[in-house]
């Protein structure tokens, strides 16, 4: 009897994993492109924004990341101006995010190999930013508002 309800256990615990494991067949087209030991594997996302409603009198900053950096790292901004950035991750294996805290600017998280677009206003007093990725500690960037 003992035999006969391990093998019943053992035999369910299979079943289990195996039915399972069928996940990965069914992941779609846009997050394929992940790397599969990437946490975004499973993620869906759209791998070119669209420009988003009310970016017509944007400025446009062209954002790129890389595995090390993110180019330009430097940027000089009016204060108050409508930002359109466009964002692209060259970094195929990894994500990266974007955001200040002191400038208002909400975190922006760019997956291996997409480019998003997103619309910000700068802050209406001058200074200084620094907006970073909380991902990779070592890519920073400047803001500074005149």
């Keep these: 009897m003992r035999n006969w309800f391990l093998f019943s256990v053992l035999l369910a615990l299979l079943i289990t994993i195996t039915a399972c494991g069928s996940d990965k067949e069914k992941s ?3 997050a394929s492109t992940a790397a ?7 993620v ?5 924004e669209p ?3 009310g970016a017509e009198d944007a400025r446009v900053i062209e954002l790129d990341f890389t595995p090390e950096t993110i180019l330009p790292n430097t940027v000089n901004i009016k204060a108050g ?7 692209k991750n060259t970094d195929e294996d990894g994500e990266h995010n974007f955001l200040s805290s002191t400038a208002d600017l909400p975190e922006i998280l760019v997956y291996g190999g997409q480019t998003v677009r997103r619309l910000w206003t700068a802050p209406g007093e001058p200074g200084v930013h620094e907006p970073l990725c909380t991902l990779h500690p070592w890519i920073k960037m400047t803001f500074i508002v005149e």
């Excluded at 599969?36 to 499973?42: D, I, V, Y």
């Excluded at 869906?44 to 070119?48: A, F, S």
């Excluded at 101006?81 to 964002?87: H, S």
């Design 28 to 30: 779609s087209a846009t």
């Design 36 to 42: 599969a030991s990437s946490p975004t594997a499973a």
């Design 44 to 48: 869906e996302y759209t791998k070119d």
């Design 51 to 53: 420009i988003p409603a």
């Design 81 to 87: 101006e409508k930002i359109l950035f466009v964002i």
